[in-house]
């Protein structure tokens, strides 16, 4: 197994000062890969992404990318690294239009944005069609492409996607799946939370189950995908340690 790209380990974190909602939580990302968070509703994914991405303070543990310690390093710091984050609403500008919001994402990009955005029509052709409407006007698919055209604007080595088939069709949902793969082949590590467990479990590489802001179980994706075990967290039936 190649060298990890991204690595947290005992990581403590929340919203407020002395009330952790991440506990001791680790994980490890590896090269090329999408590697899954799935959990019950209020786990702490979301919590986990947003730490990982710079955007809480972290009060125990580490996080490394590409072996440098990044724990308290900012979210715009972390993208000049290498790190983008999609996060699970909110993630493009409604009122403005797709390009727009293409441009916006290009803006650190400097002399290599027109060539960055051509390659973003080219990969995304619905949104080259529409790059005079508002964000607004896509569907729900569409909107969660061009949140991820936003990511790639800045050439990351690591996308930390939220739940991005979240309120899909189950045909949108797959599709969107289907790119995060595709971006994999291009190199690009992915960090994906899902709800849409199934669909994901068969896509991803290695999966890693929280709930109650603790790592449970992981494991290569395709065993967890027939793992009772894995149901019974998701019922609340069963917790590490409690098993
Ligand atoms: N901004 C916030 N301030 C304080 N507490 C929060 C905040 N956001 C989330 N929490 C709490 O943190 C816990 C974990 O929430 P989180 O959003 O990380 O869960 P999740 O696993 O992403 O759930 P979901 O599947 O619903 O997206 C919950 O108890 C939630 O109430
Ligand atoms: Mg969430």
Redesign the pocket.
């Known amino acids: 197994m190649p060298e990890a790209v991204l690595e947290a380990r005992g990581v403590t974190a929340?919203?407020?000062p002395d009330?952790p909602?991440l506990h001791e939580v680790s994980l490890v990302a590896h090269p090329a890969q999408i590697t899954l968070i799935i959990?019950?509703?209020?786990?702490?994914?979301?919590?986990?992404?947003?730490a990982i991405a710079g955007l809480l303070p972290v009060s125990a543990g580490q996080i490394t990318f590409g072996g440098a310690d990044i724990t308290h390093i900012r979210t715009d710091q972390l993208a000049a690294r290498g790190i983008a984050y999609v996060p699970?609403t909110d993630n493009i500008f409604r009122s403005l239009t797709i390009r727009q919001n293409l441009d916006l994402a290009l803006r650190r990009a400097g002399a290599g944005a027109p060539a960055r955005l051509a390659r973003l029509l080219e990969q995304f052709p619905a949104l080259a069609d529409k790059q005079r409407d508002k964000a607004g006007t896509l569907s729900g698919g569409q909107r969660q492409f061009l949140a991820i055209a936003m990511a790639l604007a800045t050439a990351p080595k690591l996308i930390l996607m939220?739940?991005p088939s979240?309120g899909l069709s189950p045909k949108a949902a797959q599709e969107v799946l289907e790119h995060a793969r595709t971006l994999t082949r291009s190199g690009v590590s992915i960090l994906l939370?899902e709800?849409n467990v199934n669909q994901a479990l068969r896509l991803a590489d290695h999966c890693f189950i929280?709930a109650e802001?603790r790592n449970q179980i992981d494991g290569p994706a395709d065993a967890l995908l027939n793992n009772k075990v894995v149901g019974e967290i998701y019922l609340g039936a069963r917790r590490m340690g409690a098993a």
């Open positions: 929340g919203y407020v009330l909602i959990g019950p509703n209020g786990a702490g994914k979301s919590t986990l992404i947003k699970q939220d739940e979240a939370v709800q929280l802001g």
